[in-house]
């Protein structure tokens, strides 16, 4: 399918933009709870913006979305402050009742760009784990731990930032090992099934 204008501006400012001395950056979207990060990655359409936004409902504190900053000195989430963005689908199935948002109609799809306005709770986070969405609607859900060589693989190709000299580089892949170890892949039948799996998988 064809990229939408904005989609091809924010892949350009990725591969050009990134602040890649001081961070590692993923694709992904984090939330936190009791202080401590969870990381939600998947490609698109998995509905990985709609389970970000229901589990803000339900208490977590939004962290990001599209964008996960990592901390090369500490391992710790960076956070940023970026717009939640939600279909129209995802939008309508969460009650629409967030209280500050932006409509933008590209003249096909309608998107919704939820506008964070709670302050963040800590300027950094510990992750406590990194969660690979395999899709939603299914009739046989899962919450399983990851091979670490397996989520190793994962988090290289989720990754937006390329520049790094090979001291960073040596740097990069022990903390994307460290991040292997506490990975696991969810499939989920519906929303409240997901804030389950992840309630339950807590240290």
Known sequence: SELSPIQLLENFLYTT????????????????????AQLLLASTMCGKSTLTAFLWQE???????????ISRS??????IRRNLSLRQGGYEMLGGSFKKVHNIYDGKTKTYLVV???????????????????????DEPYFVKLEPRDAFLRLLKGQLS???SEEKKKKKYSIMANLAKISYEMRYSDLWMAEKFLKHSQK
């Open 17 to 36: 933009l990134i602040p890649t001395d001081d961070v590692i950056a993923l694709h992904g979207a984090a939330v936190a709870k009791d202080g401590k």
């Open 59 to 69: 208490g977590y504190e939004y962290i990001t979305d599209d964008e996960i900053f």
């Open 74 to 79: 500490t391992m710790r989430l960076v956070p």
């Open 116 to 138: 964070p306005e709670n302050k963040l709770r800590y300027e950094s986070y510990e992750i406590e784990k990194v969660v690979f969405l395999a899709g939603y609607g299914s």
């Open 162 to 164: 390329s520049k790094n």
